[in-house]
């Protein structure tokens, strides 16, 4: 149901682990994701931690669906002094390319305690069915 664009985002991903650095919207920082099927729908679950649901851009463009948030920094009074920062700030991003056996057209999101979750429906067209096997009538042949 999904189909990998980008066999070194992973490199990438491990790259801003190592080096701390932040996502940008030129260059954004890979999320965790799991995806599954669940029945009749495709389930994509994202961790987007400490980020507020007005910060989280989903776009659907004919398959390709692109998920962007953006954790800022928490206001702070002048007389604040950091001890320790090791949140990550910045803008967080996932790109898949969906089949189209899904329906792009009711895509589901809700968001809880951190965690994205987007359910997509299997297209009528994709779903098993059966198929009816038609006979023709046995002719009868005439003896003379």
Do not use: C
Not at 110 to 135: F, M, N, Q, S
């Amino acid at each position: 149901m999904l189909m990998r664009t980008d066999p070194f985002r992973e490199f990438d991903r491990i790259a801003h682990q190592f080096m701390g650095t932040t996502g940008t919207w030129s260059r954004p920082a890979a999320m965790p994701m799991d995806a599954y099927r669940e029945g009749e729908e495709y389930v994509i679950v994202l961790d987007v931690p400490g980020v507020s649901p007005d910060a989280i851009d989903i776009d659907v463009e004919r398959n390709a669906l692109t998920v962007k948030a953006e954790r800022r920094p928490v206001a702070t009074a002048d007389d604040v002094r950091h001890e320790v920062s090791e949140r990550p700030l910045g803008v967080f991003s996932r790109r898949l390319l969906l089949s189209d056996t899904l329906d792009t057209e009711r895509i589901r999101a809700d968001y809880d305690a951190g965690v994205l979750t987007l359910r997509i429906p299997v297209a009528e067209r994709a779903k098993p069915r059966k198929i009816a096997v038609g006979g023709q009538p046995r002719r009868e042949q005439l003896k003379a």
